[in-house]
C-alpha cells in the first residue's frame, strides 16, 4: 500500500508560518480556519430616527401652535423642510396618535394641510377628516365635505360614510335628512348595516310610523349569527348573545 505523507520538516514551517501570522495580526489567517482579525472602526454611523420617534415630534410640534392658518401650515412645512419626499408614514401616524388623544382640532389642521399638499388623498383620510368634524361641532363643514365625497364618488362612496352621516343626525335629531341619507342607500342598492337599521327603525317608533318599522324588519330582518373574536379565533355567535358578554364567553369556552 501507497501512503502520501508530508514530511516532518514542511510541518514544522508551515506551523511556525501561521504563529508568526497570529502574533502580526494583520493577515488573515485562511489555512487554519481561525477567526480573521477584527480592526476598530475610525468612523461610526449615527443613529437613524424612526417613524415613530418623527410622529412624536409632529405631534409635539402641532400642539405648541396656535389656531392660526398661517402659522400652522408655515410650522408644518418647516418641519419637513429637509425631508426629499413627503413623509406620509410619519404624517398618518401622527394623526392615529391625536386621534387616540382626541385632539379633534389639531387632527383637522393636520389633515386639511396634508391634502391641500395633494398628499394621502384617499376615502380613510377623507373619512378621518369627517369624524374629526363632527367630534368637534362642525356639522356645517361636515356636511360640505359629505356632498362633496357623495358627488364624486356616487357608487363607490364606503358604507362607513353612510354609518357616519346617519349617526351624526340621529345624535342631532335630524330626521328628515337621516332618511334623505337612507334613501339613497337604498337606491344605491347598498345594503344597511345593523346600527343603521336600529337607528332608522328607533327614529320611525318615535315618530309613530310602526307600519314603516315592520316593512322595515321584513326587508332587513336582524341577523341571527355574527362572527367575533375570542382569544385570536373568529367563533360564530348568535346575535341575541352580543347583549350579554357574559354568557356568550361561557358558551364560547364549553
Not at 14 to 24: D, G, T, Y
Not at 55 to 61: N, R, T
Request: aromatic share 10%.
Amino acid at each position: 500500500m501507497l501512503s502520501l505523507r508530508c514530511p516532518p520538516q514542511i510541518i514544522a514551517l508551515r506551523l511556525e508560518s501561521i504563529q508568526l501570522s497570529n502574533a502580526s495580526g494583520h493577515v488573515a489567517v485562511c489555512a487554519a480556519r481561525g477567526p480573521r482579525p477584527r480592526y476598530p472602526r475610525v468612523w461610526k454611523t449615527r443613529k437613524k430616527i424612526g417613524t415613530i420617534s418623527k410622529s412624536k415630534k409632529l405631534v409635539d410640534c402641532v400642539k405648541g401652535l396656535s389656531n392660526v392658518k398661517e402659522e400652522v401650515y408655515g410650522a408644518l412645512d418647516a418641519f419637513i423642510a429637509w425631508e426629499l419626499e413627503f413623509p406620509l408614514i410619519i404624517v398618518k401616524k401622527s394623526l392615529k396618535a391625536l386621534e387616540n388623544e382626541r385632539e379633534w382640532k389639531r387632527v383637522i389642521q393636520l389633515t386639511k394641510w396634508m391634502l391641500n399638499k395633494g398628499q394621502g388623498r384617499t376615502m380613510g383620510s377623507y373619512y378621518t377628516l369627517l369624524n374629526a368634524l363632527a367630534e368637534e361641532g362642525r356639522l356645517d363643514e361636515a356636511e360640505e365635505l359629505w356632498t362633496k365625497l357623495f358627488s364624486e364618488h356616487l357608487e363607490a362612496m364606503p358604507r362607513v360614510f353612510y354609518d357616519k352621516m346617519i349617526s351624526i343626525y340621529y345624535s342631532r335629531g335630524m330626521h328628515d335628512k337621516m332618511f334623505e341619507v337612507f334613501a339613497d342607500m337604498e337606491e344605491l342598492g347598498i345594503r344597511p348595516t345593523v346600527s343603521i337599521v336600529s337607528k332608522v327603525g328607533d327614529v320611525f317608533q318615535k315618530l309613530g310610523m310602526l307600519e314603516k318599522y315592520e316593512k322595515l324588519n321584513k326587508k332587513y330582518p336582524p341577523p341571527t349569527w355574527e362572527y367575533r373574536y375570542f382569544k385570536g379565533k373568529r367563533v360564530k355567535v348568535r346575535a341575541k348573545q352580543l347583549d350579554e358578554p357574559n354568557d356568550s364567553n361561557k358558551d364560547v369556552n364549553e
